[in-house]
């Protein structure tokens, strides 16, 4: 399986299909069975790029401390490392604010798809994100609404094991955390991006007004709410991944 470097830190990812590239950037601490549901309905008329943040799966996990600034560094090896020219990016809570940097500082992004994301790490609940920690109590509760949860424990069981096998912990998810909680954002004036911004209405992660005031700072900026928590990308994946191929196909016409 593929692999890039940045510097001595090594980066795994996986592409599959084919057609305009699509990238998948991690949310804090969770491996790459966070994109399951949107993989599938992306590969094949898109290609899909889904890479370990640092400190998360098969890639290395190296002291502290992160930054968004490193790890759009570390999306930059990959796409380099993978031959991309251009890129759609779809990130979530962290993976979002390092969308955000890296369409500021280099030129291969296209668009932007943004779940439950803040225009900057002063609006994130520190508390309420470790809380969703892989060895917290009820780490699953911030993540999912009570009735996705109840209406499918087999599915919650699979999630917990795919979260044992791939999820950062310890000092890697620290840091990771740390990074998007002291997130700074470039001007995001600049960044001219088609930019779509989804937020959940029961986030307690990110609010909706923080998420709705990303939104408007953006240029080319929309706002969309969606039932759920901080995973509610998950929750109502048949509608988001319509929306988002939606957006795909208007920007490769």
Known sequence: MPTARNRDVSLYYEADGDGPTVVFINDVGYGAWLWGWHYDAVAGPYE???????GTGR?????????????AADLEAVLADHGVGSAHLVGAG?????????????????SLTLYCTAG???AVDRAELDALALDAPSSLAGAFSPAFREHDPDLMERIAGWRADEDATGAARDAQANAMTAFDPPPLYEITQPAEVYYGLDDPVVSPAAAQSLAADLPRGTGEAVEGRHCCFIEYAPAVTDRLL??????TE
């Open 246 to 251: 939606a957006l795909l196909d208007e920007q």
């Open 94 to 110: 962290l993976g979002g604010m390092v969308a955000l940097e890296y369409a500021h500082q280099y030129n291969r992004a296209r």
């Open 59 to 71: 890639s290395d996990a190296p002291a502290g401390p992160y930054d968004a600034d490193t790890l």
């Open 48 to 54: 899909t790029v889904v890479w370990d943040l640092r």
């Open 120 to 122: 900057s790490g002063d």
